[in-house]
C-alpha cells in the first residue's frame, strides 16, 4: 500500500511573488499569511532581510483549509513558454451549453480587472464541455474550466 498524501502545496515561479500572490487571492478568495511575529506588515518583515533575500517569496492559502496552499517564489529567468502545469479554476461544474458559457465569461469579467487576460474561448466538442483559457499576472495560463 501506498503512502497517503495528507497535504499539497502548488508553487509558482515567478518575477514578483506578492504580485502573483496578491492575484491568486482576488481570483480564488484565498487568504496572504499575517506577518511574521513581531511586525506590523510584510513590508516592516522585509526591511530587515538581507536586499538578495527581500520580496522573494510569498504565500497564500484557502481560508477554509480545503484548498492547497500556493506558494510564490522569485526566479532569475523570466517565463518562456507554455506552463507544463496549470491551475483549472471550476466556475462551470455540472453547467451545459449557454448556461456554462454565461458562467465562464462573468468570471471571465470579473479576473480581468485584477489583472487577468483573456486568451481564448475553446468551444464544447462531443467530447467536452466550453471552456476559457486566461493567463494571469504575469503571463501564467490557467483555464475557467
Not at 502573483?20 to 530587515?48: I, K, M, Q, S
Not at 502545469?85 to 451545459?96: A, K
Request: with cysteine; glycine share 8%; net charge negative.
Amino acid at each position: 500500500m501506498g503512502a497517503s498524501v495528507r497535504q499539497v502545496q502548488v508553487t509558482f515561479d515567478c518575477a514578483s511573488p506578492e504580485r502573483v500572490a496578491r492575484f491568486w487571492c482576488g481570483a480564488l478568495g484565498y487568504v496572504a499569511p499575517p506577518p511574521p511575529e513581531g511586525f506590523a506588515g510584510w513590508d516592516d518583515f522585509n526591511r530587515t532581510l538581507p536586499p538578495e533575500q527581500r520580496d522573494s517569496w510569498f504565500a497564500c492559502s484557502d481560508p477554509s483549509g480545503a484548498g492547497p496552499r500556493l506558494y510564490f517564489q522569485r526566479v532569475p529567468e523570466g517565463k518562456v513558454v507554455k506552463n507544463r502545469l496549470h491551475l483549472d479554476v471550476r466556475v462551470g461544474t455540472g453547467l451545459v451549453g449557454e448556461e456554462r458559457l454565461a458562467a465562464l465569461e462573468a468570471e471571465c469579467a470579473r479576473l480581468i480587472p485584477l489583472g487577468a487576460v483573456r486568451v481564448r474561448l475553446l468551444p464544447a466538442d462531443e467530447v467536452n464541455e466550453s471552456c476559457m483559457v486566461m493567463q494571469d499576472v504575469e503571463g501564467n495560463e490557467f483555464c475557467l474550466d
